[in-house]
């Protein structure tokens, strides 16, 4: 089951803030977010891997709780580096031994100066 | 430091012809691998993955093809090619059995006129 993110399309000025929700209906173990730029491959952000765990580097952060079964990406005061599409990607329990990620519809974020 | 090849870049073929995109990988050993496709706009859909030689695992009927003929090659063939297949053609990596993140490769862009 494909997670469903929100919102679909984000545009926002330099040095706002925006965050982007993941939710499964599914049980996860773990959640994977990645950044494409437009024309290329999609490149790693984060991975979270426990309940409740929070993550970040520089001022992209994330959370993940397991019990709600939902992810959202915290971007602050962002940057026109930023633009791009935001996938949450999704592992349910048990596929650890295959690695199989379930990708959700994108998020694209459109940093204007 | 581990590295993802794809060739080629970009490929443009007429309808009902054959096709053959390929997937290396170099500095790691026996990584699962995985082929997405991504359709214009839209998000990543997982069509094969590999646990190791020999071994695929076909996520989406169609008439598309994988094989793994050695440790860190990856191959998606098609035998007649239909206007659907069209599409952003990504290769991906991880690390064996854990929940380790996936690297993507550069992409091949595919036009199926």
């Known amino acids: 089951q494909q997670p469903v993110q929100s919102p679909q399309a984000v545009i926002l000025r330099e040095g706002e803030d925006a965050v982007i929700n993941c939710s499964s209906s599914?049980?996860?173990?773990?959640v994977h977010w990645y950044r494409q730029k437009h024309g290329e491959a999609p490149v790693f952000l984060m991975i979270l891997l426990k309940g409740g765990e929070q993550k970040g580097h520089d001022k992209i952060s994330a959370s993940f709780n397991e019990k709600k079964q939902q992810s959202s990406l915290y971007l602050t005061a962002s940057q026109l580096s930023y633009s791009g599409t935001y996938f949450c990607g999704t592992h349910n329990t048990g596929s650890s031994n295959t690695g199989k990620l379930i990708f959700g519809q994108g998020t694209t974020l459109q940093v204007k100066p | 430091s581990q590295t993802i090849h794809q060739w080629p870049a970009t490929l443009v073929q007429p309808v009902g012809s054959p096709l053959s995109l390929e997937c290396t990988v170099e500095g790691t050993s026996n990584p699962n691998l995985y082929w997405y496709r991504q359709a214009a706009g839209r998000g990543l859909q997982l069509l094969f993955y590999s646990v190791g030689i020999g071994q695929i695992s076909s996520e989406v009927p169609q008439n598309l093809s994988a094989s793994r003929p050695q440790d860190r090659q990856f191959i998606l063939s098609s035998k007649k090619l239909l206007l659907s297949d069209s599409g952003f053609y990504l290769c991906?990596?991880?690390?064996?059995?854990?929940?380790?993140?996936?690297?993507f490769g550069p992409g091949t862009r595919l036009t199926v006129l």
């Open positions: 599914k049980a996860l173990y773990s």
């Open positions: 991906a990596w991880k690390a064996g059995f854990s929940y380790n993140e996936q690297f």
